[in-house]
């Protein structure tokens, strides 16, 4: 069977030389939504490192969708320009260039990590959040203003001009950000979404958001070109979203032509009680792999070969997305991978 770790993933017309991607993770660190010379360093030097899909970190589809000031954007020309040279950057670099769509919600406007993360008011370039319903993140936390039913109806085509650009700008795969305590997973939660009308309360209309936006995204882009999306599948908190109503998503995710489903889990509320160790949610991902047939991804606390190999082995996931352990060693696949799958530049061949 050789290094499943290392053998070729197939999503539509993509093929990925291996099943690890680099994690999405902000990098706090674009003006207007531009990347700059941080972000194709960054990327770039992990698709030298050997991951097989490079996916970027959340990326706005509207304005007020950005968690920070200091996200990257895609919702105009000049983004799309100038993330069509990053995507061709990492292309050179032999990797496939995935991007992560986004919309924070109630979790937007916010400070860098590094600053403290606190809210950025309207008075320091900041702006009032919005959300499915008027109830804060937590303490600290302002009131979001809850969106109308037309503003509803008028996300999953924000969500498609995007994935539109992406698919211009070069890019291999698009993931929708579902997870995470942003704005898909405030309309899929109770604890969050407290709407009578046709956007909540029972679970086939709190669906409805992020099924109507796999569908824009999905007609929006090519047919060769695969269509992932990043859930939690529980809040961790009793009365919340759970792994029930993830499968029951995924069952109707796969009839709206997504292709793999990255599990994640949390992110929704704060102090929930999380069981944090290694690997702590790839028993999500091989429970939604298991009962609906759908390709998942597992990230979460996987840091070393061991445990990856074991993801792919076991059948708990066909991908493995490394978030901290390739921000501290970008190399990591190159050097993990077996000679007959090592993927190494030229310049650095003399070091293997």
Not at 70 to 92: C, F, K, M, N, R
Not at 154 to 174: C, K, L, M
Not at 243 to 268: F, K, N, T
Request: proline letters at 7%; glycine letters at 12%; a neutral charge.
């Amino acid at each position: 069977m050789g290094d499943l770790l290392f053998s070729e993933l197939r999503l539509r017309g993509a093929r990925l030389a291996n099943r690890i991607a680099l994690s999405p993770m902000c990098q706090y660190s674009a003006r207007d939504g531009l990347p700059n010379d941080w972000h194709r360093r960054h990327y770039a030097e992990r698709a030298v490192g050997g991951a097989g899909l490079v996916m970027l970190e959340a990326t706005a589809v509207l304005p007020e969708g950005r968690i920070t000031p200091y996200d990257l954007g895609l919702w105009s020309e000049e983004q799309e320009t100038a993330l069509s040279s990053l995507v061709a950057a990492i292309h050179a670099a032999g990797a496939l260039a995935g991007v992560q769509l986004a919309h924070a919600g109630r979790k937007a406007s916010t400070d860098a990590p590094w600053n403290g993360g606190g809210p950025v008011p309207e008075s320091s370039g900041g702006w009032r959040p919005v959300s499915v319903s008027p109830i804060s993140f937590g303490a600290g936390s302002p009131e979001p203003r809850e969106l109308s039913e037309a503003e509803l109806a008028s996300i999953p085509g924000a969500f498609g001009v995007a994935a539109e650009r992406a698919a211009r700008a070069g890019f291999d795969a698009v993931e929708i950000h579902a997870a995470h305590g942003y704005l898909l997973h405030q309309s899929l939660s109770p604890l969050s979404n407290a709407r009578a009308d046709g956007w909540g309360g029972d679970l086939r209309k709190r669906f409805r958001l992020t099924l109507e936006t796999a569908a824009a995204v999905r007609r929006a882009i090519p047919e060769p070109m695969p269509l992932l999306l990043r859930l939690s599948a529980t809040d961790w908190v009793e009365g919340g979203w759970d792994l029930e109503g993830s499968v029951a998503l995924v069952e109707r995710l796969r009839d709206v032509g997504v292709d793999l489903v990255d599990v994640s889990s949390g992110g929704l509320v704060p102090g929930a009680k999380i069981a944090v160790g290694p690997g702590y949610q790839v028993a999500l991902a091989k429970a939604i792999r298991e009962r609906t047939g759908m390709p998942t991804g597992a990230v979460g606390l996987i840091t070393d070969a061991v445990q990856a190999r074991g993801v792919i082995a076991d059948g708990s996931a066909d991908l493995v997305s490394l978030g901290r352990l390739l921000l501290r060693d970008p190399y990591w696949p190159m050097r993990e991978a077996p000679a007959e799958a090592r993927r190494v530049p030229p310049q650095y061949r003399r070091a293997f």
